[in-house]
């Protein structure tokens, strides 16, 4: 089964600073990505998905994140940060292109202060 | 222009009781599942459901049960609460049981006392 880990658990940032967010995961196969973003007393919004091709995957909102194979990670970007991205970041993995679940990561936490 | 929507968005019970979560999806979606996040925002998948059908259930006591009615709906019955059981609950579609993206509903808080 896959796994996944964020290493990050709380990232307090300055607005206008970069943001990486790390996520790896482990499973030895084709994999699918994603990144969603959970807004304070919100639901879960797609940020950006990786199926296949282009490694370098752009999102909603500035963001984007990049599949490193070799390092099984799928870090997520974003050159200049804004308070209102200030939220929870689930980064997820389903493996193959059959049915599968979704695993989660245990969320990083993002507080940007004006 | 709600895509997935649950009910109640809160839920306040004693240990013991029975409730119920009622999800529904307007996408047209085949497949639904409902995921538990625990204290520490931590999201598991309990069920995933297509076309009515029951294809994962991850180790979720007894004490849970899903039923679909039909495609648009998967509902969520809970006996004998305990305290445990208190997490948001939110439930998701996609459009088919493979790699594609998960539509998340607004979520339901259950609190257990």
């Known amino acids: 089964a896959q796994s996944v880990s964020q290493h990050n658990h709380h990232v307090i940032l300055s607005e206008a600073a970069s943001l990486e967010l790390g996520c790896n995961y482990s499973y030895g196969g084709t994999v699918n990505l994603f990144w969603y973003v959970q807004y304070p007393g919100q639901h879960l919004q797609l940020l950006l998905k990786y199926f296949s091709g282009d490694p370098l995957v752009k999102g909603i909102k500035g963001f984007e994140a990049e599949f490193i194979k070799s390092k099984f990670s799928f870090n997520l970007r974003k050159p200049s940060v804004q308070w209102s991205d200030t939220a929870e970041y689930f980064c997820?993995?389903?493996?193959?292109?059959?049915?599968?679940?979704?695993?989660f990561g245990k969320g990083t936490m993002l507080l940007v202060s004006p | 222009d709600t895509a997935v929507s649950q009910t109640p968005k809160y839920l306040v019970t004693q240990m013991g009781n029975d409730k119920s979560i009622k999800c529904e999806q307007n996408?047209?979606?085949?497949?639904m599942y409902w995921y538990k996040q625990d204290s520490k925002k931590f999201l598991k998948i309990m069920f995933s459901?297509?076309?009515?059908?029951?294809?994962i259930n991850e180790t979720v006591p007894n004490r849970f049960s899903p039923k679909s009615p039909d495609k648009a709906h998967l509902n969520l019955h809970i006996n004998s609460l305990e305290l445990g059981d208190s997490a948001v609950y939110f439930c998701?579609?996609?459009?088919?049981?493979?790699?594609?993206?998960?539509?998340f509903g607004p979520g339901t808080r259950l609190t257990v006392l």
């Open positions: 998701a579609s996609s459009t088919v049981a493979g790699p594609d993206e998960q539509f």
């Open positions: 996408l047209g979606h085949d497949t």
């Open positions: 459901y297509n076309n009515k059908e029951l294809i």
């Open positions: 997820a993995v389903s493996a193959g292109s059959g049915y599968s679940t979704l695993t």
